[in-house]
Structures are given as C-alpha cells and as structure tokens.
C-alpha cells in the first residue's frame, strides 16, 4: 500500500471548517483513499472513502485531487467532538484483488478544536 | 444493529499469566480484523480472519499470542505467558467483504478495545 504524510497536528475554532490534507504521492490506480479517526482511546472510527472522486456523506467530505497524489479531508463545521487524531490510509480496493486487507495506520493528524 | 463488541474492556494481570480477549464482530461480517496499540506507538495489524480461516497472521509478534474463529463468528485471542511489552489496547475490527457477494465493501468497523496492563 502506498505510504501517506499528514502534518502532526492541526487546530480549528470550533464552528469553523476543518481541513485535514494528506500527501500519498505514490497511489496507484487501484487503491482507495480511506480516512479514519481515533477519539481519545477509543476505536477507531470510519469517515469515509473514495477512489478518485469527490465523496460527500454525514460526517464529511473528501476532496481527492485529479492526479490523485493529494486529498483533503473536510469537517464542514468543527466541533469540540471532533477533537482526535485522524488517519489517512491508502489501500488496494478489495472487489479488485477479491482479498480484503488490513488497514496500515500511519501517526495521523492531531486535531485540536478550541472554543 | 449492534456494532463490534470487545471483552473484557480493562484488564490487569501479572507477568507470565495468560489472558484471553474475545471479539464478537458485526453480525455477517466474514473478516475480522486484530490490531494493537501500544503505549508511545501506532495502530498495528496483528492479523486476520476470513470466516474461520487465518488470511494474514503476518503482525503476530510471536508464538506467545494466539488467535482463534472457531465457527466463524467470535474470535479470542490468547496471550501465554504475558509479557511487560504486551501491554496495550487490543482492537478488533471487522468487515463484510466476500468475493461472491457484489457491492460488498471492505470498510472495517473497530471495536472500542481492550486495554490490557501486564505488570
């Protein structure tokens, strides 16, 4: 799977737009972005997922760019809850290979929301 | 519909006795997922189930830890003899992915752990 690098840490006013990037340079044509998060010392949560598209659900939005060496997670309108650490993961799609796969978690985002 | 559930939630125990984690995946999921953190570390893979069989037992870090799916559905994991090192939180995670069923995704869902202090 290709590797990904996020900056360690990030702050956002609550409210506010919370834009998370992740650099995966060497992603290949078969593998998605994945985007995960970790509240405090829970398990990790799922956020979303796209391939080369934008994608949009509840939680947020993903922004993949058209070469696909970059993506930027978006959380519309931060919250104290937000406050965790986020993962961006890449990994080959599992209906390509007929294999699912673990998830290789990297140091992620530290993301701080404040009052 | 329930989500991944993990037992026990803490647990302490002394060095060189065993201790057994047990992980009940999302109802259908055939793949089930371990992972560990431990103290200062990322997030690492430990191995994986489909159905009842290992796929990729490759993160086990030695013959000390041993994980089961007998029937498919929960899984324990054994370590024996424990260890300072193995000290940590133990995730499960699971998935509904199967190569027969089309639309299935291969999104993994996380229990919320077991925090385990060997002292």
């Known amino acids: 799977d290709a590797k990904t690098t996020q900056p360690p840490s990030m702050d956002c006013a609550e409210g506010r737009a919370a834009n998370l990037p992740c650099n995966h340079s060497?992603?290949?044509?078969?593998?998605?972005v994945y985007w995960y998060r970790q509240i405090h010392s829970q398990g990790p949560q799922y956020i979303i997922h796209?391939?080369?598209n934008n994608e949009t659900n509840e939680m947020a939005s993903l922004i993949i760019t058209e070469d696909r060496k970059s993506s930027t997670l978006i959380l519309p309108h931060a919250t104290l809850r937000d406050t965790a650490v986020y993962y961006c993961?890449?990994?080959?799609?599992?209906?390509?290979?007929?294999?699912?796969?673990?998830?290789?978690f990297g140091t992620g985002t530290r993301l701080q929301v404040t009052l | 519909e329930a989500g991944v559930t993990q037992f026990p939630s803490h647990s302490v125990i002394e060095k060189g006795q065993t201790v057994t984690l047990r992980c009940d995946p999302i109802?259908?999921?055939?793949?089930l997922y371990w992972y560990r953190r431990v103290m200062g570390k990322e997030i690492k893979f430990l191995l994986h189930?489909?159905?009842?069989?290992?796929?990729?037992e490759s993160g086990m870090p030695n013959n000390r830890f041993l994980a089961e799916r007998t029937g498919g559905t929960y899984s324990t994991l054994k370590v024996q003899p424990a260890e300072l090192e193995d000290s940590g939180v133990y995730f499960c995670?699971?998935?509904?992915?199967?190569?027969?069923?089309?639309?299935?995704?291969?999104?993994?869902?996380f229990g919320p752990g077991t925090r385990l202090t060997v002292l």
């Open positions: 189930f489909v159905k009842e069989s290992k796929q990729d």
């Open positions: 993961i890449v990994r080959v799609a599992a209906h390509l290979t007929g294999t699912a796969s673990k998830l290789t």
């Open positions: 109802s259908g999921h055939d793949n």
């Open positions: 796209g391939l080369k």
């Open positions: 995670a699971s998935s509904p992915f199967n190569s027969g069923r089309s639309g299935d995704t291969d999104t993994q869902y």
């Open positions: 060497t992603i290949s044509g078969n593998e998605y």
